[in-house]
Nanobody, 125 residues
Framework: QVQLVESGGGLVQPGGSLRLSCAAS????????VGWFRQAPGNERRFVAG????????YYADSVKGRFTISRDNAKNTVYLQMSSLKPEDTAVYYC??????????????????WGQGTQVTVSS
């Protein structure tokens, strides 16, 4: 079993930055890919970024490419999402997730077994 806890959300002005953290406890997830997803009110949960277990491979949705950076520190069992040049349309609840088995990050939410509780990100002036 893996427990995931997100932190770092908040209110930020357009053009600002935030860094989200996803801390894992329980069974180590250092051999698992991790994904970040977001869900705005009335919308489905969507893939934002993913990282392989080693951290050497990263994947991004087109909407965040060049603005967001995903990274991980396996010694700390933590994955990060650095968000820059934030836009109002980035407003959503952000979730981190991990699959049951090792592998590359997947875009579909149903490929992931473990989810955090989410952290709210609001981009507004």
């Amino acid at each position: 079993q893996v427990q995931l806890v997100e932190s770092g959300g908040g209110l930020v002005q357009p053009g600002g930055s935030l860094r989200l953290s996803c801390a894992a406890s329980g069974r180590t997830f250092s051999r698992n890919a991790v994904g970040w997803f977001r869900q705005a009110p009335g919308n489905e949960r969507r893939f934002v970024a993913g990282i392989s277990w080693s951290g050497r491979s990263t994947y991004y949705a087109d909407s965040v490419k060049g603005r967001f950076t995903i990274s991980r520190d396996n010694a700390k069992n933590t994955v990060y999402l650095q968000m820059s040049s934030l836009k109002p349309e980035d407003t959503a609840v952000y979730y981190c997730a991990a699959p049951e088995a090792a592998g590359t990050p997947q875009v579909a939410p149903n490929e992931y077994k473990y989810w955090g509780q989410g952290t709210q990100v609001t981009v507004s002036s």
